[in-house]
């Protein structure tokens, strides 16, 4: 009796190492890191091929939402977005139970990212990797098969429900009719670009019901006569600000700059130069987030979805309000009205002023950014290290929105009423989606 109640127990022992061994290569594709690493080869794709900041957003959103309903299929405790998302559809649901859930949402990440980029099949190098890692960590070829049929359907799905939302028929509507009417905006140095992107405000919005739905207060009057006024106090704020920038201030103004296409003019040698979109360090930021919470895979692909969704409404609502109101840059008044020389100390992008992007954008990831990771996380912000530019310490993700959008004043590209007003709209976008999105159940 005894020898074979001990081979029981060695029987036992065995099929649970054997399990262990089977399942071993669950390490490799459950590990966030791998996630988060997979977003920064779409990020850096972006960085590469010039994607303007609102399509940078756009692709975030799309990829990170296929890696998520990959995991909510897998994982009862979260809610899959259709529905929620009231135009999203019903997601295709798994056909059988030897799928690998967390691989399944890395590559459905990289086929909606290798979709919504350029060139063709940039991603498709490292999805293929993917492959082989996974085959090498141990994966049996049936479940890799069965994954990749799951995620393929996942992405299929999110590519079909994207060609919806009247991107494509953006490409191909109005240019911006330059006007040179007192206030409005004109191209500006040292590109003189025309105006990126004016229909971005009918692109589908995700959470919002329409664009203007968190619509700032009305900016103030143009008005260069009184030197009372709110316009021309705040002008010549931005022209003493930048006129006596302390190290701090340039090191603010360069480290949130995030212009992924910064044109230098030397004599007649004119080259541009690259960093990430304000999209794009958000991403990053997101990353890093989750790294210092030690959050686990699914909890990261979550954090990321939902801020690549704030980040893309958040594009369409302040779109909507800079070509409703045209309104002027500070560097263009300045050069006109007082001093022809006066440069801001980083470039002026080429579209109007009112509200500032970077402000909205900024408070409405930072908002879903506390509500899965806390207040007072304090982080190390390491994103524009490898364009030589040093880290910011931050003390919270609320605070890192606050500097992003001081960095605009700095750098002499924004009216302080630009960055509040963009602050505030933006802030209420974050808290709207942070209730609407339930992602948890």
């Known amino acids: 009796m005894n020898k074979v109640v001990a081979f029981i127990c060695l029987a036992t022992v065995l099929a649970a190492c054997s399990n262990d061994q089977d399942k071993s290569y669950v390490k490799f594709t459950s590990d966030p890191l791998l996630f988060s690493k997979t977003v920064k080869n779409l990020n850096d794709i972006v960085l590469e091929n010039n994607f303007p900041p609102m399509v940078a957003a756009r692709n975030y959103a799309y990829a990170n939402i296929a890696a998520y309903e990959c995991i909510s299929a ?8 259709s529905g929620q998302i009231k135009h999203m559809p019903v997601m295709p649901k798994p056909e059988n139970g030897d799928i690998d859930f967390s691989m399944a949402a890395l590559l459905a990440f990289v086929k909606v990212g290798n979709a919504v980029t350029f060139p063709e099949g940039s ?3 490292y999805y293929d990797q993917l492959n082989h890692m996974a085959d090498s960590a141990g994966m049996p070829a049936k479940v890799l098969k069965s994954t990749k049929d799951f995620s393929d359907t996942i992405a299929a799905a999110i590519l079909a429900w994207s060609k919806g939302d009247n991107y494509s028929a953006t490409r191909g509507a109005s240019r911006y009719s330059v006007s040179d009417s007192p206030g409005r905006w004109i191209p500006t140095p040292p590109m003189y670009a025309t105006a990126l992107e004016p229909h971005w405000m009918e692109i589908r919005p995700m959470v919002m019901d ?3 739905q968190f619509k700032p207060v009305r900016p103030p009057a143009y008005n260069m006569k009184d030197k009372n006024s709110v316009f ?6 931005v022209k003493n600000i930048g006129d006596s920038l302390s190290d701090e201030q340039k090191h603010i103004a360069d480290f949130w700059d995030d212009n992924p296409f910064k044109m230098n003019v030397t004599g007649h040698v004119m080259f541009a130069t690259k960093k990430f979109s304000p999209a794009g360090h958000w991403m990053n930021i997101t990353g890093i987030g989750a790294k210092k919470a030690n959050a686990d895979f699914n909890t990261t692909v979550a954090a990321y979805a939902k801020t690549a969704i704030a980040l893309f ?3 369409i609502s302040c779109w909507d309000e800079k070509y409703r109101s045209n309104y002027i840059r500070p560097e263009t008044v300045i050069n006109t009205m007082i001093d022809q020389e006066w440069r801001p100390y980083i470039q002026s992008p080429p579209f109007p002023s009112y509200t500032s992007g970077h402000s909205t954008i900024s408070s409405a990831a930072a908002e879903v950014m506390t509500e899965y990771f806390g207040d007072k996380v304090s982080f190390t912000d390491t994103s524009l290290l490898e364009f030589g530019i040093a880290n910011r310490e931050l003390k919270s993700f609320r605070d890192a929105a606050l500097e992003a959008s001081i960095s605009r004043l700095y750098g002499g590209i924004h009216y302080r009423f630009d960055l509040d007003a963009g602050n505030q709209s933006g802030k209420k ?3 709207h989606i942070v209730g609407r999105l339930r992602m948890k159940k």
């Open 74 to 81: 897998g994982d009862p405790s979260y809610k899959t977005l």
């Open 210 to 212: 329409s664009a203007s």
């Open 123 to 125: 991603m498709m190098n």
């Open 313 to 315: 409404d958040a594009f």
């Open 429 to 431: 976008l974050g808290e």
């Open 232 to 237: 021309y106090k705040a002008l010549m704020e």
